[in-house]
């Protein structure tokens, strides 16, 4: 049977240029519309180890309905001519850790801006139609952070919740380059949001709020360099399988919502094949049932790797760090992050499913698999690392 979209219409099949296809959002979409849909996906990305087991063999059922092209999209006049022969080009491309945020600010700031610029023009240009990947780190810090702690207006959602039509964006001082990502992010936001409001650009943004599962960064040492620092799912995954405390930033007070990514990746695919209501809108794309403290997340994440390992916990499972030592000179970090479902419920009837226990339950569960092995032999032989 044919599928149809939220109106009762046939889906038609699409071309889609993808840009950053081999990152970890990027596998996950990929996965999705060749498996569930009949669209055609052209992968962009200067790697491709993580989508290598759609690309090979070319028996499997997709093959010709995803091309993969290694291109820097920095300095590939390719690039228009990939736009061109799309639909709908979909921009996932940028530096998105945040020990790169501080540390490396000014590729930082490129990769989240200069370099989306000409993505935005060659949609313009061609009329064709472009969904943006921004963040939900656009919001920054909250409203209820610059309140005294003892505040009841701190429990009133209105200094929390974050909104994509009426939340201001707060920033941290220039010299907290911690924000380099979140500026860049708005820019760029404003400038296609512009495109749209001038020149007739037909966009949607995305605001993605902590979306974790398998294939996420790296593990450090293993397939990624030891000395990287990935992000928290990473970073404590790596802590787990070496049985090393897991660092707790400036006490683990903040706090964040956490998403499973299949269920992220069906709003996405919400928005590819809804345009009509998913165009000239920027949404949240988070699970406000799944916050946590950082704090929190750890004792979860130590007792759902014990149940998937099955090893106990050490004897002293964390050990606190501050954010200087972490992630340096200029780090900062953004308080409390619940996204307001009400757009993207109004416009996709879309929400999110899989509780915190269950995807940590289902990604720990894969990183197990994945790393255990590899992890056990790098301690063993450590000069051959
Ligand atoms: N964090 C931590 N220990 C780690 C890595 C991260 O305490 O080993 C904290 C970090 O300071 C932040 C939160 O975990 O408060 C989430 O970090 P992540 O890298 O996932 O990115 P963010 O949500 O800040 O964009």
């Not at 970073?235 to 007070?253: A, H, Y």
Request: contains cysteine.
């Amino acid at each position: 049977m044919a599928r149809v979209d939220l109106d009762g219409n046939a889906i038609k099949p699409m071309t889609i240029c993808m840009i950053g296809a081999g990152g970890f959002i990027g596998s996950h979409l990929c996965e999705k519309l060749m498996s569930d849909t009949s669209h055609t996906v052209l992968a962009v990305d200067v790697y491709n180890d993580k989508i290598k087991h759609l690309l090979e063999p070319e028996s499997l059922p997709w093959s010709g309905r995803i091309q993969f092209h290694r291109l820097n999209i920095k300095n590939d006049s390719r690039l228009e001519g990939l736009i061109k022969c799309s639909d709908l080009t979909i921009n996932l491309a940028a530096i998105c850790t945040p020990a790169d945020y501080n540390t490396r600010p000014l590729d930082t700031i490129y990769s989240n801006f200069i370099d989306a610029l000409p993505v935005v023009k060659y949609c313009l240009e061609n009329n064709k139609r472009l969904i943006h990947f921004s963040t939900c780190e656009v919001y920054g810090k909250t409203i209820g952070s610059f309140l005294p702690k003892d505040s009841p207006l701190c429990q009133d959602p209105a200094y929390y919740i974050l909104k994509e039509d009426a939340s201001p964006c707060i920033f941290g001082s220039v010299e907290k380059q911690r924000w380099s990502y979140a500026c860049a992010k708005q820019l760029i936001e404003r400038l296609i949001y512009a495109e749209g409001a001038e020149n007739g650009l037909e966009f949607t943004i995305v605001r993605p709020f902590n979306w974790i599962g398998p294939r996420m960064d790296f593990i450090p040492g293993i397939d990624g360099p030891s000395e990287g620092v990935p992000r928290v799912l990473a970073c404590f995954s790596n802590n787990l399988l070496r049985r090393e405390p897991l660092k707790l930033v400036d006490g683990g007070e903040s706090q964040r919502t956490f998403i499973y990514i299949k269920d992220a990746i069906e709003a996405v695919l919400l928005m590819i094949e809804n345009p009509a209501r998913a165009s000239g809108h920027i949404f949240n794309v988070g699970n406000p049932n799944n916050e946590v403290t950082v704090r929190q997340l750890v004792e979860m994440m130590t007792k759902v790797y014990s149940k998937v390992s099955g090893e106990d916990a050490i004897q002293t499972p964390t050990v606190d760090v501050s954010s200087k030592e972490f992630y340096g000179e200029g780090y900062d970090d953004s308080d409390k992050r619940i996204p307001d479902m009400t757009i993207i419920n109004k416009q996709l009837g879309w929400n999110p499913k899989t509780s915190l226990w269950d995807l940590l339950e289902s990604t720990l569960t894969y990183q197990h698999r994945t790393y255990a092995e590899a992890i056990k032999q790098a301690i063993a032989k450590p000069s051959a690392n």
